[in-house]
């Protein structure tokens, strides 16, 4: 069984991932924050001691750890791109050659949604966290050219139990859909360098998805059956540039909430 390293493994995607992938390999998981697992080791990425520590031994990577939404610059530069350096030159250094990164739909959010876009275009990132997963698919290249590293880059949509709203409809994927994209990242034999789009099999994708389908990747999933409901309740948006590209309110928003963030304590003293 192949030992496989999960960094950010208590966020949102990093909880799906190891419950869908526990039985498949022996996981080794890792966060900043804790988790009380047997196979948890905590690590701050943005050390490279801690990057070599948790890379050592491992067969794969898939390096989840990060910001991930719209955020202030240092938070994105320490946390996606220093960090996502240090994880790919540790596992340079422990000789772990394949990784599976969770790039994002946000490295190509301003293409319009009525445009079909696959695996070949050029990166239009919509916000500063977009540059900072454009910057891991870049380093990948780097390190497959010029290490004989081997990366999966998975552009993720949204991974969730059901799709959220008629934006998700496009880019919604499943657990057990990105469970199987992920394996195919660790185990197909050939892969030296790949782009693929984190989707389930939407009927509203944006996405020609033939790069994933070449590999292996069936996905079980629709967002379709979803879409009455959803649109049902969908009131019409004002904000046309976000209406009109695939990443949405990344493209204008300078901040967008964090789900992750840890909650701010309620300052003393302040009445209800
Ligand atoms: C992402 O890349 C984020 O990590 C996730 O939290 C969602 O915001 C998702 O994109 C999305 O576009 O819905």
């Known amino acids: 069984m192949k030992t496989v390293l999960i960094t950010g493994a208590t966020g949102d995607v990093g909880t799906h991932l190891s419950r869908e992938l526990a039985g498949t390999y022996k996981l080794r998981l890792s966060d900043r924050r804790p988790l009380k697992a047997k196979n948890f080791v905590k690590a701050d990425l943005t050390k490279m001691a801690d990057a070599l520590r948790i890379t050592k031994g491992v067969d794969a990577i898939v390096h989840l750890g990060g910001y991930s939404v719209e955020g202030p610059w240092d938070a994105i530069l320490q946390a996606n791109i220093i960090a996502c350096y240090n994880v790919f030159e540790a596992a340079r250094i422990n000789g772990v050659k394949r990784i599976v990164f969770p790039t994002s739909n946000h490295a190509t959010g301003f293409y319009r949604r009525d445009q079909t876009i696959d695996h070949r275009v050029y ?110 309740k969908e009131k019409p948006g004002d904000n046309a540039i976000a209406e009109a590209h695939q990443g949405g309110i990344f493209c204008t928003a300078e901040d967008v909430p964090n789900p992750a963030a840890p909650k701010k304590a309620p300052r003393k003293g302040k009445r209800k």
Not at 174 to 179: G, H, L, M, V
């Open 123 to 232: 990166p239009k990132p919509d916000s500063r966290y977009g540059v900072s997963k454009v910057f891991g698919e870049a380093l990948g290249s780097l390190c497959a050219d010029k290490y004989g590293m081997e990366f999966l880059m998975v552009r993720i949509g949204n991974v969730n139990p059901a799709p959220l709203d008629k934006r998700r409809l496009s880019i919604w994927i499943s657990p057990r859909d990105i469970a199987q994209l992920v394996s195919i990242g660790i185990d197909h034999p050939g892969i030296k360098f790949e782009i693929v789009y984190g989707v389930s099999g939407n009927q509203r994708s944006w996405y020609d998805n033939s790069n994933a389908a070449r590999l292996g990747y069936r996905p079980q999933d629709d967002a379709e059956p979803y879409a009455q409901e959803i649109l049902a």
